[in-house]
């Protein structure tokens, strides 16, 4: 039994040692954004689908670099709420509609508890380091496709 017991324990420390040694990183796709005039962009976005993975998100994060992001979907339309506990990395968020249309874009503040809710109805938020969608043209009104 006491056998039993140990080896239960070293098998309970390999798997949490295992899971502390992971990047934290989720399945990624290419997203395409259309802008108003027809150009576009990709943006390289991890996909947060359960509500785990869109629970963390970038938490604990030191670096994302520019031209990534994280994609995080719901299943319904709904109001959007986004926090920064324990995000240390200046994020701008855009909300966008289940028709892939962008109804907000917000910057963020590391660290900040206040809550950065979309205006609307939304079923997906995008978030990349912030200033990437300014940088990028990319504005209210514009599409997202490739999710």
Not at 2 to 21: D, E, K
Not at 48 to 60: I, S, V
Not at 80 to 105: C, E, Q
């Amino acid at each position: 039994m006491r056998y039993r017991r140990i080896a239960c324990l070293l098998v309970c420390l390999g798997g949490l040692l295992c899971m502390s040694c992971s990047s934290g990183r989720l399945e990624s796709a290419p997203l395409t954004i259309t802008r108003a005039d027809g150009s576009s962009v990709t943006v390289q976005a991890e996909l947060a689908r359960t509500a785990e993975e869109r629970q963390h998100g970038f938490m604990e994060r030191r670096k994302i670099p520019d031209g990534t992001g994280m994609l995080f979907i719901f299943s319904k339309d709904e109001i959007l709420h986004f926090w920064m506990k324990n995000t240390y990395v200046p994020l701008s968020i855009a909300y966008i509609d289940s028709s892939g249309r962008i109804r907000d874009i917000f910057d963020m503040t590391p660290l900040s508890l206040a809550s950065v809710s979309s205006t609307v109805s939304v079923r997906y938020a995008l978030e990349v380091p912030q200033g990437w969608f300014e940088r990028n043209g990319i504005q209210k009104g514009d599409r997202i496709s490739g999710f």
